[in-house]
């Protein structure tokens, strides 16, 4: 298996952009995927693959990668964009599923 | 509409069994590999076990191993996740979700495919407690 690597905590101003970015050695064998969880709430997929975001999310969400690590970008980012945002992906062999820790994403 | 939803959660002393469901619906469910994923309180998603569509391929995370045991049931669009010696460490929120697997096909690929879980159940709370 291997990890996957957040930082704990991002901040952004209304309206402003904001990179959140997770590292580790599985994702240089397959893309991230991104979820957004707001408290009380299950986990919302945001986006898949190389940068494909589900039906009904916003187009100022969007993703990227580079190497060992994948990175979400809120452009403009709104009030109802605040929650905590965990990245996943397959482990190096393939059959495993491993999570980053988490970033919660304040909107100042 | 495309729907999942856990039951069986509850109450159990450390040491103790308890069997969660999770009922698909809007779906072929049998076309579909799943995924149980727990999140204790105030913590972190930590995938718990994998099951193909058939059943016949199925993974653990190292920490339920041997403890744990996921199934299908596709007459009945049900997945199941049976959970013995349960510990305090076991307490959290219980998701099924469902996996994907993915095609790269716009413009230069580092990846040509790839899994996601597409589909969240709302879960089911699991304490173990004395």
């Known amino acids: 298996s291997s990890e996957l690597t957040q930082d704990p905590a991002v901040s952004v101003a209304l309206g402003q952009t904001v990179r959140i970015t997770c590292q580790g050695d599985?994702?240089?064998?397959?893309?991230a995927s991104w979820f957004q969880q707001k408290p009380g709430q299950a986990p919302v997929l945001v986006i898949y693959?190389?940068?494909n975001r589900p039906s009904g999310i916003p187009d100022r969400f969007s993703g990227s990668s580079s190497g060992n690590t994948a990175s979400l970008t809120i452009t403009g980012a709104q009030a109802e964009d605040e929650a905590d945002y965990y990245c996943n992906s397959r482990d190096s062999s393939g059959n495993l599923w491993v999570f980053g820790g988490g970033t919660r994403l304040t909107v100042l | 509409e495309v729907q999942l939803v856990e039951s069986g959660g509850g109450l159990v002393q450390p040491g103790g069994s308890l069997r969660l469901s999770c009922a698909a619906s809007?779906?072929?469910?049998?076309?579909?590999?799943m995924n149980w994923v727990r999140q204790a309180p105030g913590k972190g998603l930590e995938w718990v076990a994998y099951?193909?569509?058939?059943?016949?391929?199925?993974y653990y995370a190292d920490s339920v191993k041997g403890r744990f045991t996921i199934s299908r049931d596709n007459a009945r669009n049900s997945l199941y996740l049976q959970m013995n010696s349960l510990r305090a460490e076991d307490t959290a929120v219980h998701y099924c979700?469902?996996?994907?697997?993915?095609?790269?096909?716009?413009?230069?690929?580092?990846?040509?495919?790839?899994?996601?879980?597409?589909?969240w159940g709302k879960g089911t709370t699991v304490t173990v407690s004395s």
């Open positions: 979700a469902r996996d994907r697997l993915g095609y790269c096909t716009n413009g230069v690929c580092d990846h040509h495919y790839y899994y996601y879980m597409d589909v």
């Open positions: 099951i193909s569509s058939s059943g016949s391929t199925i």
């Open positions: 693959g190389k940068n």
């Open positions: 809007g779906f072929t469910f049998s076309n579909y590999e």
């Open positions: 599985s994702l240089r064998n397959s893309y």
